[in-house]
């Protein structure tokens, strides 16, 4: 298959990969609100809508891993991308074909083989930013607008799954999904994949296995990555339970049916949050950025446990969300910067898989524990924030040479476990 053309430029190249991930990540972000609308409608319960969302999201971990090593050591990459995206778009739409009609084993089976692909949206995508651009201010930037495009679809996503079930049926919604993820795959088409140079015309020279293994080692061994892993997953394991907890919280309050309207409130606040770094840069290091924003959204949330007025708990809610916002810039800016060129996507992968995992883990103990009263549930989510920031700042390295933004970025020619500079923060 003959390479596409590269776009004209870095800034042209961009926009077409903002645009890929953007379709991507909004299929993905409505399909909880598609699957559980369309389960009611043909099972006339959302227990079945619940197993196929616990089969699309259970493989993430597992794949994610498997599928950065794959995608490394594809001496085409653009077709694994093209592959793994288009593997997820067919299932969105088997999905809606097959849900409340096919026997159960095949519809999980289906969701399962679409959450196999899914590591290369929540994570391998953004690895292409660093063949995008070189390092410094316009990669920064670069990977700002890159979470606001995460948070922007975690706002457009259940819209228009909610908008197309009621303008049509859930089945068109997420009929509609499985097409934008096809227009992602389109798109995808033609971004660029060359690899870091060094790397392009020679063979993988490893087995699969040590190509696992590496980059597992490369987050459990750079203590910048090891350090804003754990810290994130501890956070997503608040963030998990957050949607739960405020429609627990709203009926709680003699609001029934508003927790909708906070868990928006939170996603604008975080697509502002990420545009505003994107626009004014902080003269903050990455590190302290992703440290205050884990205290921020921890301070706003327990503010909103504590404040029964609901226009003061919408605010703290976009405020909260305006702090989680800069946190997942940070941590791709982390992430680029200390994952070597050869291990840069499976460290993308694995982390993206860990959160989603985390936040599973997450929903599930709100569920255990949504007898006790909703304001100390989302106090114990505040508090994992902050225990979040704690667990990163007493993990990760002390800056070196007066606390500077980040230590000497790797080459794109760096290569293998040898000697390398020093790290900066990663996760």
Known sequence: MPPCPAPAGPRSGLRRYLATAFCARLAEEGMAVAVA?????????????AFVLTAWMAPHVVAAPLVGALATRMR??????????GGFAGSIVALSVLLGRAPTPLTLAVAAAGGCCGPVVSGGLSGLVAV?????????????????????????GPA????????????????????????????AAGLP?????????AAPATTLRADLAAGLTAVWRTRELRAITAAGCLAFIGIGGLTTTAVLLTAHRG?????????????????????????????????????????????????????????AGAALFVVAGGFDGPLLTATFRIRAGHARPD?????????AGLKITAASCGATLVGVAAA??????????????????LLYMLTRPRPEGGGTRRGPALPDTAKGAGTRPAPFTGR
Request: with cysteine.
């Open 193 to 201: 994949y060359e690899r870091p140079r060094g790397l392009a015309d």
């Open 372 to 389: 006790l009263p909703p304001p100390l549930l989302l106090l114990a989510i505040a508090a994992a924030q902050l225990a979040a920031a």
């Open 343 to 351: 291990v840069r996507t499976q460290v993308f992968t694995l982390g």
């Open 37 to 49: 609308l369309l389960a009611v409608q043909r099972a006339g319960s959302a227990a079945q809508g």
């Open 255 to 311: 609001h029934p049916g508003a927790g909708g309207a906070l868990m928006t409130a939170f996603a604008v606040g975080a697509l502002l949050g990420s545009l505003a770094v994107a626009r004014w840069r902080p003269p903050l290091s990455d590190q302290r950025l992703a440290a205050l924003s884990l205290c921020g959204t921890g301070l706003a949330l327990g503010a909103a446990a504590l404040i029964p007025a609901p226009a």
């Open 160 to 187: 228009v799954a909610g908008a197309g079930a009621a303008l049509a049926s859930p089945g068109a919604a997420l009929l509609l999904l499985g097409g934008v993820a096809a227009l992602a795959v389109a798109l």
């Open 132 to 156: 995008l651009l070189p390092d410094g201010p316009p990669r920064d930037r670069a990977y700002a607008l890159d979470a606001a495009v995460y948070n922007a679809a975690s706002v457009a």
């Open 76 to 85: 085409h990459p653009r077709l694994g991308h093209l592959g793994a995206l």
